[in-house]
């Protein structure tokens, strides 16, 4: 693990020849890639599967309809409060970086541990999975589809994935673009052809909408669980910030354009659903392809910067080269993400995902309530606290309502997974206790991948943070 100083931003400056020869990841995602990195990333196979699981949670179409609406609301809220941290914190890495910047190393560490290991890896491996699941579906039509065909096609997709992120960030926004309008149109035309049908009078499933409509605590919690799957992916512009351009303005512009525009398709798509019946192989295909995209994207930086402060091997925190990407981190994340998918199904894979997604995303909004309370005269806040305080609230009942209502001993084993991140990190990130022949190996590697070691270029606080 390196050792890390900062200095004055004014004195680093005064020497030009300084960051000489150092690698710096491209600021190349615009707005227009960033409101595709947001929406292609949730717009996933959530939005084709998941309705009929929150309507079996909430009991009526009235039910899930307001549970639609208050995840997108939810969302928005949370969106709101990170692209405040955002631009308090202009580092990438997303809740990582806000969890270290607000609370320490040793919560920093468990939040990297836990993504970096489990979440991350299973949440590509879970989307690839769907991917594959509807992309060979035609091919095996009348007859359940084998499942090693379906993992195989999986662990191609991430192949492809990994390749096409390793080479060039301008290629990998490109495809997330283009998947995200294909997306995009394909959501217009379910909606416009079930608006058809509602206009010349197809109502039948919306009579007495209310009916039998669930109001238990734990199975509202778990409605919201299944909803909110389908919106994941909404704070992950927050983990590529430093490669974000303007992202004082561009942050949270690109929130405020692709929330929205989601929330408003899925509850259109919801109602239309009702009234048509369609084959949506192709369309969950597609959406699942580009939503991996996504994932794979801003994940990876995840693992980069959390090598880059001293939380992972170095090898981890490099860029190669000639292409200027985070090939290192993006390699091990796909190595991860296939041996998630070895062993696992889409539903034991995404089971417990929003329990410990939640879980940070709680701890994360607590540091900006910090924050806005220790800095309210020096902070020129665009948000009003409410708002953080609604989603922390929201956070809280998100983690606690299924586990008081339905109890069950994997809430426990996510939780003691999470805690044994601790007796990894006082001998190998606290006391640097590391065998030596890590070094060779990073070296070797290095030469392997052709990767060097990258300077950070965001400031925090007025001071630069350099390698040495």
């Known amino acids: 693990m390196r050792e890390r100083r900062t200095v004055d931003s004014s004195s680093s400056a005064a020497d030009p020849s300084e960051g000489m020869g150092t690698l710096r990841l491209k600021r190349e995602v615009g707005l227009i890639s960033a409101v595709s990195l947001i929406a292609g990333t949730m717009i996933g196979s959530g939005i084709f599967m998941s309705p009929e699981w929150v309507l079996y949670h909430m009991g009526s179409p009235a039910g899930s309809l307001i549970i639609w609406a208050a995840c997108g609301l939810l969302v928005m809220f949370g969106a709101l409060s990170y692209a405040e941290l955002g631009t308090i914190i202009k580092e990438s890495g997303g809740d990582y970086i806000y969890i270290l910047r607000n609370f320490g190393s040793l919560p920093a560490f468990l939040f990297a541990y836990t993504s970096i290991i489990v979440v991350r890896p299973a949440s590509m491996a879970g989307v690839s999975l769907s991917f594959a699941k509807y992309a060979v579906a035609p091919f095996y039509q009348g007859c359940s589809t084998p499942e090693v065909v379906v993992k195989c096609t999986a662990a191609s997709c991430i192949l492809l994935l990994t390749i096409i992120n390793c080479l060039n960030v301008r290629l990998a926004t490109a495809i997330m673009n283009i998947f995200t309008a294909a997306k995009l149109l394909v959501l217009l035309v379910i909606v416009i052809g079930g608006v058809v049908l509602l206009i010349n009078g197809h109502t039948q499933s919306f009579q007495d909408a209310f009916q039998n409509t669930t109001t238990g605590i734990g199975p509202v919690g ?193 939780i003691l997974f999470i805690l044994s991140g601790i007796i990894v990190y006082f001998p190998l990130v606290h006391y640097k206790r590391h065998p030596q022949f890590l070094q060779r190996i990073t070296l070797h590697l290095q030469l392997l991948l052709e990767v060097a070691p990258t300077k950070e270029v965001a400031e925090f606080g007025g001071s630069l943070a350099v390698e040495r």
Request: charged letters at 10%; glycine letters at 6%.
């Open 222 to 414: 778990v409605a919201f669980y299944q909803g909110l799957w389908s919106y994941d992916g909404w704070n992950n512009l927050n983990f590529v910030t430093e490669e974000l351009k303007k992202p004082e303005v561009n942050l949270p512009r690109a929130m405020m354009i692709a929330i929205p525009l989601v929330t408003c398709l899925y509850l259109l798509v919801n109602v239309t659903m009702r009234v048509l019946t369609l084959s949506l192989w192709p369309s969950v295909a597609l959406s699942s392809f580009g939503s991996a995209n996504g994932t794979f994207f801003s994940g990876g930086r995840v693992c980069y910067i959390a090598s880059r402060e001293g939380h992972m091997p170095d090898i981890l925190s490099m860029a190669h080269v000639r292409c200027l990407t985070p090939s290192p981190a993006l390699i091990f994340t796909s190595a991860m993400a296939l041996i998630m998918i070895i062993p696992g199904n889409f539903s034991s894979i995404v089971n417990f995902f929003s329990f410990t997604a939640w879980l940070f995303y709680g701890t994360t909004i607590a540091g900006l309530l910090i924050y806005m309370v220790l800095y309210r005269d020096v902070l020129l806040s665009q948000v009003p606290i409410i708002i953080p305080i609604i989603v922390l609230i929201a956070s809280v009942y998100l983690v606690l309502a299924p586990v008081i209502d339905q109890p069950q001993i994997e809430f426990f084993y996510v």
